[in-house]
């Protein structure tokens, strides 16, 4: 495909800008139902009916790029619990002990993954006496004061025809980065974030623990397509909320069937152990903006079980999209003519000459070619904007794939040049520079500070100060202070409410 190149010229009318989002959604949708039935497609929050009953399974995004500050390498992010709450405790967000978080790697085209990195995680309590997640300031990983932890172990799988070949534990034990409770809880976050990153055998790093969520976008398409008159647009929904994520980084050579074959095609599942005790498969992503917007309610739980070898049978979907007609239907903008091909490639196949492999089997995976270096200037619409290292060649933190998936759904690639978008056009936290890349997760503590105190003593005087009449408390007394005032608030909660009114099972 030969990159578009933009001029940078004004965005259109906020109707029709609209009206791109919507078609945006669209495309994800056609792609999301061309994979076939149950996973979850790529920017999938709360995506299923299922799912979305169930946080710490459900997928919400999966990024893959080749290392802007390591080219030799591919990082693969992929993230889980959409919608985190800073503030959400007593019990913040952890990882599920029974499930398994898979990274799979489809390094020859035929839908199937040669290798598969499974994530498995463990959580410890040091006092069950009480119902904080730290007892004072935590600096490090491994805080007496840090009373509820996580640790994972990364294992390798090596497939042939989703048969086992072997089996490699690369990680054992390792600290997951805990929950931003806040400033006073963990006045430096950041340290504990790079306590977090580990170095596994043979040059690859991991990471897992909370992150602010990268996907940026307007969700409030779902209130009636942005108000039902383009009153609701620009608002970046996911502002201020934390995903869990799981990072890896690993040398380029050990997930490329070759030199000569350098494209990868990447998804994530969630696997949870059912009655039986097997795992059975309730979540799945891999390009964005599938299973959320274009598979209808009956097949969303289903496409989340599936996996892409499978994802034929949703073909119609992607080639007829429905997203395109509604548009037109309210907004009167023209929708492509059928069947829609270009969809195929973008979502399916990859772009041929781009980043589809030889011998490719349809299916919804994000695809990679790893031998595209990294661009210096990184541009938010990646292929369409001349800029071959994003998306929809994997998946950059940065990349626009509401702008860029708009556009090509609306037939950008057919002819109907656009210049659509949903009015928010990155995210609003920057990303790091070295791995894991991802922004530092919004603390609990944002907002104002309690009445009477200023911003010039550190937070743990603030809150000392504002809880008593005298002089300074210690740890104790600051501690029992908060949580008495953290009973009575339930309390009183309580009450106000009172008073108002009373899978398939897988052989690795």
């Given at each position: 495909?030969?990159?578009?190149?933009?001029?940078?010229?004004?965005?259109a009318?906020?109707?029709t800008?609209?009206?791109?989002?919507l078609?945006?959604?669209?495309?994800?949708?056609?792609?999301?139902t061309?994979?076939?039935?149950?996973?979850?497609?790529?920017?999938?929050?709360?995506?299923a009916p299922?799912?979305?009953?169930t946080?710490?399974y459900?997928?919400?995004?999966v990024?893959?790029?080749?290392s802007p500050?390591?080219p030799?390498?591919t990082?693969?992010?992929a993230n889980?619990?959409?919608?985190?709450?800073p503030?959400?405790?007593?019990?913040?967000f952890?990882?599920?002990?029974?499930?398994?978080?898979d990274?799979?790697?489809?390094?020859?085209?035929d839908?199937?993954?040669?290798?598969?990195?499974?994530?498995?995680?463990?959580?410890?309590v040091?006092?069950?006496?009480?119902f904080l997640?730290?007892?004072?300031?935590?600096?490090?990983l491994d805080?007496?004061?840090l009373n509820?932890t996580?640790?994972y172990?990364?294992?390798?799988?090596?497939?042939k025809n989703?048969?086992l070949?072997?089996?490699?534990?690369?990680a054992?034990d390792?600290?997951?980065?805990p929950?931003?409770?806040?400033?006073?809880?963990?006045?430096?976050y950041?340290?504990?974030?790079?306590?977090?990153?580990?170095?596994?055998?043979g040059?690859?790093?991991?990471?897992a623990?909370q992150?602010?969520?990268?996907f940026?976008?307007?969700?409030?398409?779902?209130?009636?397509?942005?108000?039902g008159?383009?009153?609701?647009?620009?608002?970046?929904?996911?502002?201020?909320?934390?995903?869990?994520?799981?990072?890896?980084?690993v040398?380029?050579?050990?997930?490329?069937?070759?030199?000569e074959?350098?494209?990868v095609?990447?998804?994530?599942?969630?696997?949870?152990k059912?009655?039986?005790?097997h795992f059975?498969?309730?979540s799945?992503?891999?390009m964005?903006l599938?299973?959320?917007v274009?598979?209808?309610?009956?097949?969303?739980?289903?496409?989340?079980?599936?996996?892409?070898?499978?994802?034929?049978q949703?073909l119609k979907?992607?080639?007829?999209?429905e997203?395109?007609?509604?548009?037109?239907?309210?907004y009167?903008i023209?929708a492509?003519?059928?069947?829609?091909?270009?969809l195929v490639?973008?979502?399916?196949?990859g772009v041929?000459?781009?980043?589809?492999?030889?011998?490719?089997?349809?299916?919804?995976?994000?695809?990679?070619n790893?031998?595209i270096e990294?661009?210096a200037?990184?541009?938010?619409?990646?292929?369409?904007?001349?800029?071959?290292?994003?998306?929809?060649n994997?998946r950059?933190?940065?990349?626009?794939?509401i702008?860029?998936?708009?556009?090509?759904?609306?037939?950008?690639?057919?002819?109907?040049?656009?210049?659509?978008?949903?009015?928010v056009?990155k995210?609003?936290?920057e990303?790091?520079?070295?791995?894991?890349?991802?922004?530092l997760?919004?603390?609990?503590?944002?907002?104002?500070?309690?009445?009477?105190?200023?911003?010039e003593n550190?937070?743990?005087?603030?809150?000392?100060d504002a809880l008593?009449?005298?002089?300074p408390?210690?740890?104790t007394?600051l501690?029992?202070?908060?949580?008495?005032a953290?009973?009575?608030?339930?309390?009183?909660?309580g009450?106000g409410?009172?008073?108002?009114?009373?899978?398939?099972?897988?052989?690795?």
């Amino acid at each position: 495909m030969t990159p578009i190149s933009r001029s940078g010229a004004g965005r259109a009318s906020v109707a029709t800008l609209i009206c791109g989002a919507l078609a945006a959604g669209g495309l994800a949708a056609a792609g999301v139902t061309a994979l076939e039935p149950g996973a979850a497609a790529a920017s999938s929050h709360r995506e299923a009916p299922l799912i979305s009953g169930t946080p710490q399974y459900d997928n919400t995004d999966v990024y893959a790029f080749v290392s802007p500050d390591k080219p030799d390498t591919t990082t693969i992010v992929a993230n889980w619990i959409p919608f985190e709450e800073p503030a959400g405790g007593p019990n913040f967000f952890t990882f599920a002990e029974d499930a398994q978080y898979d990274l799979h790697i489809d390094n020859n085209g035929d839908a199937q993954g040669e290798l598969v990195y499974r994530f498995t995680f463990r959580t410890h309590v040091k006092n069950k006496k009480t119902f904080l997640y730290n007892t004072g300031p935590v600096e490090s990983l491994d805080d007496p004061d840090l009373n509820i932890t996580q640790t994972y172990d990364v294992e390798l799988l090596r497939l042939k025809n989703q048969h086992l070949v072997s089996r490699t534990k690369v990680a054992n034990d390792v600290p997951v980065a805990p929950s931003n409770v806040g400033k006073a809880s963990m006045p430096d976050y950041a340290k504990l974030r790079s306590q977090a990153v580990h170095e596994l055998a043979g040059g690859a790093t991991s990471f897992a623990g909370q992150a602010d969520d990268p996907f940026f976008l307007d969700l409030r398409v779902f209130d009636l397509l942005y108000g039902g008159d383009l009153s609701e647009v620009g608002n970046d929904t996911l502002k201020g909320y934390n995903v869990n994520s799981i990072a890896l980084q690993v040398p380029t050579h050990m997930i490329t069937e070759s030199a000569e074959q350098p494209i990868v095609g990447i998804w994530s599942t969630t696997q949870r152990k059912n009655a039986r005790g097997h795992f059975t498969q309730v979540s799945r992503l891999g390009m964005p903006l599938v299973n959320e917007v274009v598979n209808p309610i009956r097949d969303k739980d289903k496409f989340n079980a599936s996996a892409p070898w499978n994802d034929g049978q949703f073909l119609k979907n992607v080639t007829e999209p429905e997203l395109p007609k509604l548009i037109e239907g309210i907004y009167k903008i023209p929708a492509p003519a059928e069947p829609r091909n270009d969809l195929v490639e973008v979502f399916l196949t990859g772009v041929k000459g781009l980043n589809q492999p030889p011998h490719v089997r349809p299916a919804e995976e994000l695809r990679l070619n790893t031998s595209i270096e990294p661009a210096a200037e990184p541009k938010r619409l990646g292929v369409l904007d001349g800029d071959n290292a994003g998306f929809p060649n994997g998946r950059r933190l940065t990349d626009d794939v509401i702008d860029a998936s708009l556009q090509v759904v609306e037939g950008e690639l057919v002819g109907a040049k656009n210049d659509l978008g949903d009015a928010v056009d990155k995210n609003d936290k920057e990303f790091e520079k070295a791995f894991p890349y991802v922004a530092l997760p919004t603390e609990g503590s944002r907002g104002p500070l309690a009445k009477g105190t200023s911003g010039e003593n550190d937070v743990r005087n603030q809150l000392g100060d504002a809880l008593s009449s005298g002089g300074p408390a210690d740890d104790t007394t600051l501690i029992a202070a908060s949580a008495g005032a953290g009973a009575i608030g339930v309390v009183l909660v309580g009450a106000g409410l009172l008073w108002w009114r009373r899978m398939r099972e897988r052989a690795y």
